[in-house]
């Protein structure tokens, strides 16, 4: 048998120009979209919270409080997902677990009586969000508001609303050029070469890539972006690969010195900036990979990691 609980008050959290506000739409984990106001580093957070009561009734309370959160949750992920692999221990379990990097709180009523509407305003000012907020396979990092209604003898009543917040970064120095060589001794020899190494996310990866040495019957090539989260660190670390495009960009045999011009336009993709060792928590990075397929079914590749970050 279940029990439901039905609160005796409405809880509602607005935040200040919310309507107005920039949004930001990203997915739950069960795959829906959803809209959240977006916030940057040492911006105020303000708001009201309203509270109704039901069915005409009161409702005594301990007090009111309201509070800012951030926080890192990891947990295993024990569904199968087709463009995700364990690696560096595929038989590591991680326990669920909430570590708070932010904490702020500001009482809204002392204990009393409420026989109407009230209105109680709130504002945590030019908070410092150190962190970009992330929703990956197995880890997410959270901004919220969580408004609490304290009782004596019944259950608190809580209300939580969500925030995204961005991180924008100066764009970092990065090399002339990088190259990736993929090579079997006498049998294959392959320069991929694209003009650096560090992209924002609305960046073109444009390259070249070379044939010098080709022995081998290549029949497909194709170009990847991977995204590789980790948790933990080494030797206890929980990983995930996640393909986020695949195209091909040849289809058929090379021949020595020819040449294949490459331009990847990422601001089509959902791409996350490079995370490293976030907190002591998670890292996230992002893999260029060369895969080549010969008529054997073979296949011969290279991964070199791009830096992606948010202007």
């Known amino acids: 048998m279940s029990l439901f609980f039905k609160s005796p008050i409405d809880i509602e959290v ?4 919310e309507d107005s506000r920039q949004h930001v739409e990203v997915k739950n984990r069960k795959g829906r979209k959803e809209k959240l106001p977006l916030y940057e580093d040492g911006e105020s957070v303000k708001g009201q919270v309203t509270i109704r009561l039901r069915n005409n009734n009161k409702l005594d309370h301990l007090g009111i409080k309201i509070q800012l959160i951030g926080t890192i949750e990891t947990h295993s992920n024990s569904s199968s997902n087709n463009n995700a692999s364990n690696s560096n221990n595929s038989n590591l379990t991680l326990n669920n677990n909430n570590d708070n990097f932010l904490y702020l709180l500001q009482e809204l009523s002392a204990p009393a009586t409420l026989n109407h509407p009230e209105n109680y305003h709130f ?4 908070v410092e969000k150190q962190f ?25 009543i809580i209300r939580e609303k969500e925030l995204w ?12 050029s990088v190259k990736m060589d993929v090579g079997i001794e006498d049998c294959l020899h392959i320069e991929f070469e694209y003009s650096k190494s560090r992209y924002s996310l609305k960046d073109v990866i444009v390259g070249r890539i070379y044939f010098l040495l080709v022995r081998l019957k290549i029949k497909h090539m194709e170009l990847s972006l991977i995204k590789r989260e980790s948790i933990g660190t080494p030797p206890n670390q929980f990983s995930n690969s996640e393909t986020l495009v695949r195209f091909e960009i040849m289809d058929g045999a090379p021949v020595r010195g020819e040449a294949i011009p490459i331009r990847l336009f990422l601001g089509g993709f959902d791409l996350t900036p490079t995370f490293r060792d976030v907190n002591k928590k998670f890292s996230v990075r992002t893999f260029l990979s ?10 011969y590749f290279k991964q070199s990691e791009i830096i992606l970050y948010r202007e």
């Open 132 to 156: 970009e907020s992330y929703r990956g396979l197995n880890v997410n990092l959270r901004y919220y508001l969580k408004c609490i209604v304290l009782r004596k003898n019944s259950s608190n």
């Open 165 to 176: 917040v961005y991180n924008h970064q100066f764009p970092p120095d990065s090399p002339s």
């Open 290 to 299: 060369l895969v080549l397929i010969d008529e054997d079914s073979r296949r």
């Open 123 to 126: 504002e945590f000012k030019n």
């Open 14 to 17: 607005r935040l200040d120009n």
